[in-house]
């Protein structure tokens, strides 16, 4: 049974830190890419960041970039976001997913991950 898990959500005020984990049971992951994506209420589900199958490649969202690492540990089956410098606006429910195609960059759009966790929440207060 292949799943996703999120962990790591909670809630900070504005300006601080916060790191998700994602960790990958049922399947060996180190040959897709891996995004996260998140979701505002009222909102469509957003691409964040990604990172390719190996550690050439990561992609963040303009509003993400600079405050938000990706990152991913192969032997462990393992995917994180470290989130610094945290905005009312990037309170959302944070997904992680995996690309459909193997081989892969890490694309933006949603309907190119198959497999998703459940999310986990982050809220962020001013």
């Known amino acids: 049974q292949v799943r996703l898990v999120e962990s790591g959500g909670g809630a900070v005020q504005a300006g601080g830190s916060l790191k998700l984990s994602c960790a990958v049971s049922g399947y060996t992951v180190s040959s897709h890419a891996m995004a996260w994506f998140r979701q505002a209420p009222g909102k469509e589900r957003e691409f964040v960041a990604s990172?390719?199958?190996?550690?050439?490649?990561?992609t963040y969202s303009d509003s993400v970039k600079g405050r938000f690492t990706i990152s991913r540990d192969h032997a462990k089956n393992m995917l994180y976001l470290e989130m610094n410098s945290l905005k009312p606006e990037d309170t959302a429910v944070y997904y992680c997913?995996?690309?459909?195609?193997?081989w892969g960059k890490g694309s933006r759009v949603r309907n190119e991950y198959d497999r998703w966790g459940q999310g986990t929440q982050v809220t962020v207060s001013s």
């Open positions: 997913a995996s690309e459909r195609v193997r």
């Open positions: 990172h390719s199958w190996t550690d050439a490649d990561t």
